[in-house]
């Protein structure tokens, strides 16, 4: 059993160990660069992938499914965030908080890069089918870990279930 990333004419596919390192090393980059409310909203998106609380197996998203804003230039600038994230994961950022060292990450975080890099983000209300909304948003770090999380409607971030 495992969990499905996909977008384009390219999917993801990872166990759920390996879901758990990908998700384990985007969160914090993604933490270290949210600025933008769409920052915030991709962030709860990753949230949602903790098997921990979600169950596993049944995590993943569509790069379709997102809701990249309403203009080019908003489109072009949240994708490039989520490459910056990438970036950041692939370089390490805080991988010492994790208690483990995810050897498999680096592929997959290569194979996500080939799926987003190409990946033409569209606009339209009806695509947005389980990004979070605006009011959904992580806007609350996990005081003991530094980490965006759903708080207050899970009781920490993704360190804390472990």
Not at 16 to 32: Q, R, S, Y
Request: proline share 5%.
């Amino acid at each position: 059993m495992g969990n499905v990333f996909s977008g384009g004419k390219q999917s993801l596919y990872l166990t759920n160990g390996g879901t758990e390192a990908f998700i384990d090393v985007l969160t914090p980059a993604v933490t270290g660069l949210a600025e933008d409310l769409w920052d915030f909203r991709f962030a709860a998106l990753l949230t949602l992938q903790d098997q921990q609380v979600m169950g596993r197996g049944a995590v993943g998203f569509d790069l379709h499914g997102i809701a990249w804003s309403a203009t080019a230039r908003e489109r072009a600038r949240s994708k490039d965030f989520v490459l910056r994230a990438r970036t950041l994961a692939l370089s390490r950022h805080r991988w010492n908080e994790l208690g483990y060292t995810p050897s498999s990450v680096h592929g997959h975080l290569r194979q996500f890069e080939a799926m987003v890099e190409p990946f033409a983000p569209a606009y339209g209300p009806d695509l947005a089918t389980g990004f979070p909304g605006p009011d959904e948003r992580a806007i609350v770090s996990c005081s003991r870990h530094r980490i965006l999380s759903a708080l207050p409607l899970w009781d920490g971030c993704f360190l804390c279930h472990r």
